[in-house]
């Protein structure tokens, strides 16, 4: 019968190579690199969706502002209600430069960070 703390040196070979594939300082460097790199991809990618999030809502608000200004200044003539649907176009145009800004930015960030 083999002695069973003898361990055949063809698997501790196997175990060393392994070892340092993965574990030498230049593959961890690497490896981290790009783990960096995709966390920073990811947060970047959640600003934007949040910034196209921020979009939705405003473009929900002021559609429904300015169809109640409408029917308001059809119902009554008030000029007072086209000012509100002008000022409703303005939160929209307002969060479509948020979100450019946001977009350029995001990819500004994602373009200058070292990939590995």
Do not use: C, W
Not at 74 to 96: C, F, N, R, S, W
């Amino acid at each position: 019968m083999t002695d069973p703390t003898n361990v055949n040196p063809q698997i501790l070979d196997s175990i060393n190579a392994t070892q340092q594939a993965v574990l030498s300082p230049p593959v961890v460097k690497t490896s981290g690199a790009g783990k960096a790199y995709h966390s920073v991809a990811q947060s970047t990618a959640f600003a934007v969706q949040d910034a196209v999030d921020q979009m939705r809502n405003l473009n929900t608000i002021s559609t429904t502002a300015i169809g109640v200004a409408m029917s308001q200044f059809l119902a009554t003539g008030d000029p007072q209600y086209m000012d509100a649907i002008q000022q409703a176009q303005k939160v929209v145009e307002a969060g479509a430069e948020n979100l450019k800004t946001i977009g350029q930015n995001a990819a500004s960030v994602l373009k200058e960070f070292p990939s590995g």
